[in-house]
């Protein structure tokens, strides 16, 4: 299989693309209002970090080589904590007085709840800052759509964070596939063990007290607002705060929006996937009206590119499985994991089936350049930098996580979904225009 050519990428807008074009930027089409302030390879960036707790503090440690200047967090302790590593830093609960603020900054880490990605990342990108936003990139279709053309027009250096993508096992795996190691393909299998949280269930009755150290109203933000409550009557587990807000449709995105942009990315890429067609459930737990199920099994369907075949793709979670093949023999499915069905043979976990011919197999010479050290904050900095473009930006995160959150409107509307990706439509289903644009508190549009 031959690399996918510039044009074939602006049609199709996958990462395979991303391979192509490694070597420059995307221009702008149109006019820009801000573009970012040049930085050299010499010079460090001054950072702001929007969510301090969870994978907030693992993002700032990655960038911590730079300078820190400024951190939001709408737990004080979240913040707090973070500030007893960067003294000096200005401290924040609010991000959008932070980038109306802070006119020094070069760029943000955003590490919120999903509901906030698209709403400071627009806010960021229209001020010229480069931005690494956790995965997913965002809460809906739409606000994909709208950042992935706003760092193209405002040319600033992205990053989604989904670390694999700047790995080795994904970088091998497309090229086994391209050298036709297993033939052409026409199905893959993804699956993870999430959701690791409490979903499936009815909002909770009753309110708490908001915690002192929670600005509440700010941690709602664009979402619309409800009562804060603290722990589910049943379980000692918390209802949304920290962590658990990952199960409610108003917030998270659930297993499919947690890990599909950190699974799905690899088929995108390794079978140089543009939009589906389609999108289906094949079956599911039950869909709550504020929760996510407790598990699900998803059908995309991708048309052919060219010389290369259509492609069913599957995807479980909640603990359901793909059937398992027999080339595996008496090795038992890993809790998370790929499988690519080929004309001539299959891969599993980076790995042609069965074992005995991944061992007589010759690797492909390697021809995708490589991340140092695999390290996806480094990748990110040297772009900021003026460096090649970082392996998972928008021109890739956006178009996947725009399929990957698809399944979960078909969840949702319990159809099948005919999918228009150029007018961002599901064909004859009106219905699915609320879940791919949602409505925006006042204050929290993506202005």
């Known amino acids: 299989m031959k690399p996918l050519t510039r044009r074939q990428f602006l049609i199709h807008a996958t990462l395979a693309a991303t391979v192509t074009t490694l070597g420059g930027c995307v221009s702008s089409q149109t006019t820009v209002r801000a573009v970012p302030r040049r930085v050299s390879p010499n010079e460090k960036l001054n950072i702001g970090i929007i969510g301090c707790g969870g994978k907030g503090w693992s993002d700032r440690e990655g960038v911590c080589g730079e300078n820190i200047v400024a951190l939001c967090d709408v737990d004080e302790i979240a913040l707090q904590r973070a500030a007893k590593k960067h003294p000096g830093a200005k401290l924040y609960r609010d ?9 020094e900054l070069d760029a943000v880490t955003i590490s919120t709840p999903d509901h906030h990605h698209a ?15 956790q995965k997913p990139l965002t809460h809906n279709i739409w606000e994909a759509r709208q950042l992935t053309e706003a760092a193209r027009r405002h040319k600033v250096a992205t990053q989604m964070g989904n670390q694999g993508t700047s790995g080795e096992e994904i970088r091998r795996v497309c090229e086994m596939i391209w050298a036709g190691a297993i033939g052409p393909v026409r199905e893959v ?11 499936g269930k009815d909002r909770p009755p009753g309110e708490d007290p908001v915690p002192k150290h929670l600005d509440w109203d700010l941690w709602i933000g664009p979402a619309p607002m409800r009562p804060f409550k603290d722990k589910y009557p049943d379980v000692d587990r918390h209802v949304y705060h920290p962590f658990c807000w990952r199960g409610w449709w108003d917030f998270g995105t659930g297993a499919l929006g947690d890990i599909g942009c950190h699974t799905i990315n690899a088929p995108m890429w390794a079978l140089k996937l543009g939009p589906p ?17 407790l598990w699900s099994i998803i059908r995309w369907d991708f048309p052919a590119r060219g010389e290369l075949p259509p492609v069913k793709l599957f995807w479980y979670d909640g603990g359901k499985l793909p059937p398992k093949p027999p080339e595996m023999e008496d090795r038992k499915l890993a809790d998370n994991g790929i499988i690519y069905i080929g004309e001539k043979g299959k891969i599993y976990a980076g790995r ?22 695999g390290n996806h904050y480094e990748d ?4 900021c930098k003026g ?36 007018r961002l439509r599901a064909i004859g289903c009106p219905e699915a225009d609320a879940h791919i644009r949602r409505a925006y508190r006042k204050g929290w549009e993506l202005v």
């Open 95 to 103: 991000y959008r007085r932070m980038l109306d603020e802070m006119k």
């Open 119 to 133: 709403p400071a990342a627009m806010r960021a990108i229209r001020r010229g800052l480069h931005v690494y936003v």
């Open 189 to 199: 299998h993804v699956w993870t063990d999430r959701p690791i949280w409490p979903q």
């Open 277 to 293: 067609s389609s999108v289906e459930v094949v079956d599911t737990a039950e869909v709550k009206k504020e929760s996510f199920p």
């Open 352 to 373: 042609l089936l069965p074992e005995s011919r991944m061992k007589e197999f010759t690797p492909p010479p390697p021809t995708i350049p490589r991340v140092p050290g």
């Open 380 to 383: 990110w900095i040297i772009a």
């Open 387 to 422: 460096g090649r473009p970082a392996c998972s930006n928008f021109d890739f995160a956006g178009p996947l996580t725009e399929t990957v959150l698809l399944g979960n409107i078909a969840l949702r509307l319990g159809r099948k979904i005919y999918w228009d990706s150029r």
